[in-house]
């Protein structure tokens, strides 16, 4: 602690060490109270100037609010000064410094804290950042005035200016820290909207209930299987099921597992240690480490080999991992959507997938029902493509009726996915934006009318479930009904396992009769 009396020297030699050590404490953290409690500390040690005090002023009311003492709890109701209240709000009302020889010479000295001595005296100093005034530092000499009162308000001075530009720099950094934010709460509202229910279209009575049941899985951190053909929108659906949930604001990673070998979707979904293979040239996180808190989304998940399954089955279980090349063992907490067109019962049946996983992945089903089975749809599914079309082709892009009845009167082997390809040719081909029936290419020998499910048939006389003139709907509904509605005996007659026909009265929505 600085001496009690020292020489000109002395002090000069003191003080520039001392702004040394708070221009090294405010350039080490942008946590503002605690660097304010370095720096006050730093003045008593070096400077023997006691009892440091920071009052900021307070945005909403004006007022000076006591944010830091040195050495004393402030307690949860901190102390205020008005403009023009005692010394601190004479500063607040003038913004120049005050220094008292004794805190007794001025009686407009509040004292409010009752932690001041009154016989030694009392330096105040404005703090301002970017030209205006955001605060007061304060503090008490450790001795009586010997003469050089000025020169240590001048050093009060100093030291209220370094403050001000760390005042200055936080606040920037608040402000950029709150744009961020604003910006991070925004983006996040726009993907939300362009993920969630709007952006996946149908009415149809197959499609309510697939809505009914994101609505419902959603909520909960259960894991999904979302099973359906090929275009059907599988990733439409599990982005609305994130987007929807309480983790909408983790990441969202997703994945494609048949877009890579073995070899490395063990790595991509795992990660790595530094030199665990060539070219292994740094750590890397897989993608289960990068969607924790979140939710990650494995496409074509019937893709994975049996050896790899193994490894993935005891993540879902564990919620455990080890990088490749790596020993320790790693937590993740995270949600899982998976998807598949594959028959995974038919694949279990085979050996080709392993029955654990299979279990462990098939906890929620969502089956997604193929174009075809849902031709009511497809004008509503149009025209919202049309205007996905037109605003990616810049310019106004319509369908007429003519054009809308051939798309319903086509089968879409390859769904929505074939429906948008179609559409956007048509729209290259047309020089106005208009599209009319004749620039509708499909395939001519799928192009029947076709039937909705509830026109469908039932024959009530002993059918042949295997006759191959049916559909396969028909082929189960028949073998069901000659079994009694027994799944078991309707498996036996169709050359099925019990597994593969409770898949297909999913996915053909068949209402089991009750008897």
């Known amino acids: 602690m600085m001496p ?52 900021v002023v307070d945005p909403e009311s004006g007022d000076l609010v006591v944010n830091a003492v040195h050495g004393v709890d402030i307690g949860s109701r901190p102390v205020r000064y ?43 100093s404005p703090i301002r950042a970017g030209g205006a005034l955001q605060g007061v530092l304060a503090v008490q000499p450790n001795a009586p005035d010997d003469g050089r009162l000025a020169e240590r308000t001048r050093f009060v001075e100093m030291v209220a200016n370094l403050i001000g530009l760390s005042v200055r720099l936080s606040l920037d950094t608040e402000q950029e820290k709150s744009k961020i934010v604003e910006e991070c709460d925004t983006l996040r509202r726009t993907v939300r909207n362009q993920h969630g229910f709007d952006n996946i279209v149908g009415h149809s009575a197959a499609m309510r209930r697939v809505f009914d049941q994101i609505r419902m899985v959603s909520k909960w951190n259960t894991t999904v299987l979302i099973r359906g053909e090929t275009g059907t929108g599988k990733e439409l659906i599990a982005n609305a099921i994130h987007y929807n949930s309480p983790r909408a604001r983790g990441n969202y990673v997703r994945l494609n597992c048949a877009s890579l070998p073995e070899t490395l979707l063990e790595s991509e979904l795992f990660g790595h240690e530094r030199g665990a293979f060539t070219g292994a040239v740094a750590a890397r996180r897989g993608r289960f480490e990068q969607a ?37 063992t790693l937590k993740v907490d995270v949600r ?9 019962e038919a694949a279990v049946d085979t050996g080709a997938f392993r029955e654990d996983l299979y279990y462990r992945l098939n906890v929620m089903p969502i089956v997604l029902p193929p174009l075809r089975e849902r031709p009511e749809d497809i004008p509503e599914i149009a025209q919202h493509l049309i205007a996905r079309i037109s605003t ?25 996915r074939e429906l948008e390809n179609c559409l956007e040719r048509a729209a290259v081909m047309s020089d106005s934006g208009a599209i009319d029936a004749g620039l509708i290419q499909v395939d001519r020998g799928r192009e029947a009318p076709p039937m909705p499910l509830t026109a469908i ?59």
Do not use: C
């Open 392 to 416: 990616l082709q810049g310019r106004p892009v319509s369908i007429n009726d003519a054009a809308l009845r051939r798309l319903v009167h086509y089968a879409w082997p390859g769904n929505v």
């Open 457 to 515: 048939p039932v024959s009530h006389a002993p059918a042949d479930p295997n006759d191959p003139d049916q559909g396969e709907r028909e082929r189960v509904i028949n073998a069901l009904e000659q079994a009694g509605w027994v799944q078991a005996k309707a498996a036996r007659l169709l050359g099925m396992t019990p597994r593969q026909i409770a898949y297909r009265i999913l996915t053909l929505n068949i209402q089991v009769k009750q008897f």
């Open 82 to 124: 008005q403009s023009g209240e005692g010394v601190l709000g004479l500063i607040l009302e003038n913004d120049q410094s005050v220094a008292l020889r004794s805190v007794d010479a001025d009686p407009r000295f509040l004292n409010r804290m009752g932690i001041y001595e009154r016989h030694l005296p009392f330096i105040a």
């Open 336 to 344: 899982v959507v998976a998807a598949t067109h594959r028959d995974l």
């Open 4 to 55: 009690l009396q020292s020489s000109d020297s002395d002090l000069s030699r003191i003080e520039l060490e001392t702004l040394y050590r708070v221009s090294q404490v405010l350039s080490r953290s942008l946590d503002f109270r605690k660097t304010l409690q370095q720096v006050l500390a730093a003045l008593e040690e070096h400077a023997g100037l006691t009892l440091g005090m920071v009052s």
């Open 292 to 328: 924790d808190g979140g939710t990650l989304f494995l496409d074509e998940i019937g893709e994975i080999s049996p050896a790899f399954q193994a490894k993935l089955l005891r993540v879902l279980q564990e919620g455990e991992l080890e990088r490749v090349g790596g020993t320790r």
